[in-house]
């Protein structure tokens, strides 16, 4: 008997290592790999399943010995049916938690447990309860700033969502289960909204290990942008084979199949028709009227920006007022404040949707539209940033010390605030933003490592407040950067040396 | 540069004294002054179709505050030069509501749930 036991368990558990090894490798390939990966996954696991059963029927004869042997074999397999068919949609996130914690093995198997928690979480006293499983695990992680995420998917709040699950990528711990599980929910989430260039840079930077399902919703974005590599009809289909919840994914393979070329795939812009109105503050009023009723965007800012300073630079604009100043017996020097008030009031409609679209200043622009709105970009989102990295670097002294996953979300806002500045101000903003963000950003990633013991979130600090400082070419704070960053980072997952 | 104050009437198209007052930019004072004395006779009397005026941004609610600011803005030579400049280039006022946008991105409502996410 021993001996048939030995010649089902050896097989039984070299098939798991196997079936372990295609998973990782599979997590890394983003070619016909996976596929091959995946497809030998599953067939070890179906072979695990046929091992077990066989296991079973062996070792029936040894009376009650054979349900814990039973159990032995089988509960890991059935574990992650349980999880995946019943816990996840039921909503059990106590079940989830529990079987994903056995379904793991390693260093740090409650973290990929409490993402799971986290995505089973159906109403708000499971959320109450994943969120005090997270903050009793200290310092924070990839997989407490997951469960944050999933959390507010949850609550539906699907921006906060998206910024926490995209922030673990600055993380340095990496559990590559959490992180299959952030870039699957991203991946859906961009599916969702139908936003493909979003799963076509995810994917061409291999920014998330992917699973089944993500590299399927990858292959169709890639088809509707009609990007470079997009995979053929033959290969979806194989993508579609291999993941789950084929029924839902078959009619968007068909789509993407049958789908032209998305204006993202031919960089086009539209064409701008000419403007059928004859004067140039007839152009401007036109033009001005595009950018207010539609959509903001860079093109129509500076088409609008364009026509106003021509406009009203156009001495045919300064002679039709002084004629109708003369008409209506307006006192001297009224063409001039016309002009001032008139500029003043484009300046302060045209920023402020510009400013809530996160748009900058056109280029060039130097009359007196041009000039205006430039400076009141910069300088009004100078100050803002300035104010918000200054209130920043004071949370170190407040007396109530905030939880970790809060010093985390503060950080995730500023940087996507900075960036959107840096983005629309162009670099000569980010050279004036940096002193501030890196002054207050050194200080709070100092306190965060030495006061707070939250390695991994001073580490990311440190590492972005470097790229930054390379961009802008600040030799003192690159100096300090390269110092901060070269520390090995202590993790769940032992230390991790940058 | 001077900012419009927060409480002057904007000049621009969707307040501008014209459009509010529904008059054509060459109006004369005395047209001006009889217009708005009728739409505040209107107001008052909740005619539906003094409720409502006409922009190029299109329609925008009429309030008696609104036809005074309007008269108030039209009596200063210079402010009604600044609202001129305006209404005379403008597009002609709509009446109806704007078309519907272009449609963005598809938005498959629901997908992420049938993905096995929720919500």
Redesign the interface.
């Known amino acids: 008997m021993p001996l048939v036991l030995y010649a089902i368990a050896v097989p039984y558990l070299v098939l798991q290592r196997v079936r372990q090894a295609a998973v990782a490798a599979r997590r890394a390939n983003r070619t016909w790999r996976h596929l091959a990966w995946s497809a030998l996954a599953g067939v070890v696991h179906a072979a695990m399943l046929a091992g077990a059963a066989t296991l079973v029927v062996v070792v029936w004869q040894l009376g009650w010995l054979a349900a814990p042997m039973a159990a032995v074999a089988i509960a890991p397999l059935a574990t992650e049916w349980v999880l995946r068919f019943i816990a996840v949609p039921a909503g059990l996130h106590r079940l989830a938690y529990h079987a994903a914690r056995f379904t793991r093995s390693g260093a740090d198997p409650r973290a990929f447990a409490l993402c799971m928690a986290a995505r089973a979480a159906g109403d708000l006293t499971a959320v109450a309860w994943v969120e005090a499983q997270r903050d009793t695990r200290t310092p924070l992680g990839d997989a407490e700033i997951a469960a944050t995420g999933l959390v507010a998917a949850t609550r539906g709040d699907a921006k906060t969502a998206r910024a926490m699950l995209r922030s673990i990528a600055m993380i340095v711990e990496n559990h590559p289960a959490v992180r299959e599980l952030a870039g699957e929910w991203l991946a859906c989430d961009a599916a969702e909204r139908g936003a493909w260039g979003e799963l076509v840079d995810d994917a061409a930077h291999h920014r998330w290990p992917a699973t089944p399902l993500t590299y399927l919703l990858e292959g169709i974005a890639a088809r509707h942008l009609e990007a470079a590599g997009a995979p053929g009809p033959y290969e979806l289909w194989a993508r579609w084979a291999l993941a789950p919840r084929r029924r839902a994914t078959r009619r968007l393979v068909a789509e993407a199949l049958a789908a032209p070329a998305g204006p993202a795939a031919t960089g086009a812009a539209a064409p701008v028709e000419a403007s059928p109105i004859a004067t140039a503050l007839g152009r401007a009023v036109a033009a001005h009227l595009a950018f207010e009723s539609q959509p903001a965007v860079a093109r129509d800012l500076a088409l609008a920006v364009q026509a106003w300073d021509a406009a009203l630079g156009d001495p045919a604009t300064r002679s039709w007022l002084a004629q109708r100043a003369l008409e209506l017996d307006a006192p001297a020097g009224t063409v001039e404040r016309a002009v001032t008030d008139v500029a003043g009031a484009v300046t302060d409609e045209l920023a402020r949707r510009a400013e809530a679209a996160q748009l900058g200043a056109p280029p060039g622009g130097d009359g007196l539209v041009g000039a205006a709105l430039s400076r009141r970009l910069r300088h009004g989102r100078l100050d803002a940033l300035e104010a918000a990295f200054a209130r920043w670097g004071e949370r170190r002294l407040d007396q109530v010390p905030h939880p970790a996953i809060d010093e985390w979300r503060e950080f995730v806002a500023l940087r996507a605030a900075y960036l959107a500045a840096a983005t629309a101000g162009g670099l000569e903003l980010r050279r004036l933003a940096f002193p501030r963000a890196f002054t207050n950003g050194s200080n709070v990633a100092a306190w965060l490592w030495n006061k707070r013991q939250e390695y991994a979130l001073s580490h990311a600090i440190s590492r972005w407040l470097l790229a930054e400082a390379i961009l802008v070419g600040d030799s003192e704070a690159i100096e300090l950067g390269h110092r901060n960053c070269a520390l090995a980072v202590p993790t769940r997952l032992g230390h991790i040396q940058p | 540069?001077?900012?419009?104050t927060p409480t002057a009437p904007?000049?621009?198209?969707a307040d501008n004294p014209f459009f509010v007052l529904g008059i054509a930019t060459d109006a004369s004072r005395i047209e001006v002054e009889r217009e708005a004395q009728k739409l505040l006779g209107m107001l008052e009397l909740g005619f539906a179709d003094a409720a409502i005026y006409a922009t190029?941004?299109g329609p925008r609610a009429r309030t008696a505050e609104g036809v005074r600011a309007a008269v108030a803005a039209l009596r200063d030579?210079?402010r009604?030069?600044?609202a001129?400049?305006?209404a005379?280039?403008?597009?002609p006022p709509r009446h109806a509501a704007?078309p519907p946008?272009e449609p963005?991105?598809?938005?498959?409502?629901?997908?992420?749930r049938?993905?096995?996410?929720?919500?």
């Open positions: 540069m001077t900012a419009a904007s000049t621009s198209l190029p941004l030579p210079q009604r030069l600044v001129e400049l305006w005379r280039h403008a597009p704007a946008r963005g991105p598809a938005v498959r409502a629901g997908l992420r049938a993905l096995g996410w929720r919500p």
